[in-house]
């Protein structure tokens, strides 16, 4: 039986020399990867992530397989909660995924939803949290757009070096 996690894999290595017939096989089974990834979700765990508040600052762990709904669903809690106006930081912990389907588009669009968030919240440090270098490539997009918002983004590899990072004072 293909899995989803055989489908990835499968996907992921074909990504830099699919052949014709590889082509049609990749076009349609791409809905079949992101379609297995919310079954999968859904059947197991059902959220992926967990929202935790530092006073007005969210702290959102994921775990396992996270896919981009994750993710935009994480964020759309944040932003529709009445804490995120007066929110200095968000820290998203990425310690305890098993690996993470997005796409540079995504991505992306992830980056201009936050650059539209900076109407409501100007001056907010984000913090992105791996434990290894293997999904820091699936977010570059992310972070090299946002370098033109007003929000701070950097990575770490440790959660307390994060909340360190965020608790630090602007001396302006």
Not at 90 to 98: A, G, K, M, V
Not at 142 to 160: A, G, I, K, N
């Amino acid at each position: 039986m293909l899995t989803y996690r055989s489908l990835y894999i499968f996907l992921s290595d074909k990504k830099n020399s699919i052949s014709k017939c590889d082509s049609v096989f990749f076009k349609k089974n791409c809905f079949y990867l992101v379609l297995l990834c919310t079954l999968h979700q859904q059947k197991n765990m059902g959220l992926r992530y967990s929202i935790s508040w530092a006073s007005h600052n969210p702290i959102v762990r994921f775990t396992g397989l996270l896919c981009y709904n994750d993710v935009l669903d994480a964020n759309n809690s944040i932003i529709g909660d009445a804490r995120f106006d007066a929110m200095e930081y968000q820290i998203f912990d990425h310690t305890e995924i098993t690996d993470f389907i997005i796409t540079e588009a995504e991505a992306e669009i992830m980056s201009v939803l936050d650059l539209h968030s900076t109407v409501w919240n100007k001056k907010v440090k984000v913090a992105l949290v791996f434990k290894d270098d293997r999904f820091l490539e699936k977010i570059k997009k992310y972070c090299d757009l946002m370098e033109y918002s007003p929000w701070e983004v950097r990575t770490f590899y440790s959660l307390q070096e994060a909340i360190d990072w965020c608790n630090e004072r602007d001396l302006e």
